[in-house]
């Protein structure tokens, strides 16, 4: 058959109109997924969907910092085991390996009717299924005297970055003889042990230089603490007489803090440190309360079987802004609620299916050099909450060829999940 050029012209808008449409049709229902806080939670669920949804889905991680520093391992940086570059990472391998868009700035607001993110800057990001997990934020009044501002003299370093390096100066500043205090935040606070591995660190750098006229005091709102009969076991041995605890039962209450003076009021005495880490309570991030996220504990309720926001169906919580039930706060949980988040957006839009939430936890704490002590649990859902259904921790006498041991796992730890939130080098 011959075609008229009319008739050509016509058949060829169709045919360009059939190719074009469904082409506009799929970019324009390609699911969106924004992710606000690029840290253990927001960087691992935004490479999980990317690389199992190859293009599929458009992924957006909103990230206030254009490096991650990691609290976790913080630690290991101040007691010089550890470089600064070594907990500093970066966000290039998610953009070129696995095609997430980075967003460098911070998120102000949700627009929970619209399903937009607020940026700073006035932009706005549509999202199908928004993530949030922006860590915590520190209620600084929560210690009478303290502020963001005193922060500079008398450091938290509760959030990795400027914090970290400024606590390592002050401590690499103490002379023999002086003292250093600590006082850790009431629960529930991130990493229930690392205000007493950090005291063990504290101890550590002090008794390397032959420092061991120093006391290191800790003024702790609490009763009692995390891997405790570990830990004071730990110090007796390697730190004779230079790390003293003192509960609420001792001290009597923190009134005060005096920065200028470097100094803790309680209602027993006044203490003084030429080193003062103060690390007050904490909430959820901000932009999980503004969003309206949050309850009345400061930290945002979610469903156990899939870490979805129990106040919006379109919203996942992960991390230390949730209230994870029996899980405590730290990386090696947010990395699990991560996956678990990631496996339930997928479901919902790529219809993949999802396996019954299992989560697991595991915190190491180095007391000193090759000892470490671990804790941890496997974690199912239950009917009020994330519940614990195995646990273990360490025992005090351990031989230390077990301490050592774990002292290893906890650094291969470390290069396992960086590579699950970042991508391998390279990868
Ligand atoms: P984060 O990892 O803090 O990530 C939150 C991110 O969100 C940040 O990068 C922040 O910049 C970003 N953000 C926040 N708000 C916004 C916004 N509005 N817009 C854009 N971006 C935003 N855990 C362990 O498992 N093992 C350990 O050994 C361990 N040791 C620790 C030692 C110390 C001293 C401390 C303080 C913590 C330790 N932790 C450890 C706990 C661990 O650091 C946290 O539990 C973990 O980082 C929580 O992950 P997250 O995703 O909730 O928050």
């Known amino acids: 058959m011959k075609l008229s050029r009319r008739r050509f012209s016509l058949l060829a808008g169709v045919a360009t109109a059939g190719l074009a449409m469904p082409r506009v049709a799929r970019a324009q229902a390609k699911p969106r997924v924004v992710i606000v806080g690029g840290g253990a939670g927001g960087a691992t669920v935004a490479r999980y969907i990317a690389k199992e949804q190859v293009g599929a889905v458009n992924v957006t991680l909103i990230e206030a910092n254009a490096e991650f520093t990691s609290c976790f391992f913080s630690n290991h940086y101040i007691g010089g085991y550890r470089d600064f570059a070594s907990i500093t990472h970066r966000y290039d391998t998610l953009v070129s390996s696995y095609g997430i868009s980075l967003v460098t700035g911070r998120a102000v607001a949700v627009d929970r009717a619209a399903k937009a993110v607020m940026m700073h800057d006035g932009a706005r990001i549509a999202y199908d299924r928004l993530v949030i997990s922006p860590g915590i934020d520190l209620i600084y009044d929560s210690v009478s005297g303290y502020s963001e501002a005193a922060a500079e003299l008398m450091p938290h370093a509760w959030k990795g970055g400027a914090q970290t390096k400024l606590l390592k100066s002050k401590l690499d500043a103490v002379r023999n003889g002086q003292n250093i205090l600590i006082v850790p935040p009431p629960n529930p606070y991130r990493c229930p042990p690392a205000p007493y591995e950090r005291a063990s660190i504290f101890a550590h750098v002090l008794t390397v230089k032959g420092y061991t006229d120093c006391k290191i005091i800790i003024l702790d709102p609490k009763e009692k603490f995390a891997k405790q009969a570990l830990f004071q076991e730990g110090w007796q041995k390697y730190y004779p007489g230079m790390i003293e605890w003192y509960g609420p039962d001792v001290h009597g209450g923190i009134e005060s803090v005096d920065p200028t003076a470097g100094a803790v009021i309680t209602d027993l005495d006044t203490f003084k440190g030429a080193l003062v880490n103060v690390i007050p309570a904490q909430r959820a991030g901000e932009i999980a309360a503004s969003a309206g996220l ?134």
């Open 294 to 427: 949050a309850d009345g504990t400061g930290y945002c309720p979610i469903d156990p079987h899939s870490m979805k926001s129990q106040l919006d169906k379109s919203i996942y919580i992960i991390g230390d802004a949730c209230i994870a039930g029996d899980m405590s706060k730290s990386a090696f949980a947010a990395n699990s609620q991560a996956k678990v988040a990631a496996m339930h957006i997928r479901s919902e839009l790529m219809g993949s299916g999802a396996l019954p939430a299992e989560y697991s936890n595991i915190c190491w704490s180095v007391i000193e050099t090759d000892d470490a002590v671990k804790v941890g649990a496997q974690y199912r859902a239950g009917d009020d909450g994330i519940k614990s259904v195995s646990s273990f921790i360490s025992h005090t006498g351990e031989e230390a060829g077990l301490r050592k041991r774990n002292y290893d796992d906890a650094i291969g730890w470390y290069m396992q999940i960086s590579n699950d939130m970042f991508g391998a080098p390279g990868g």
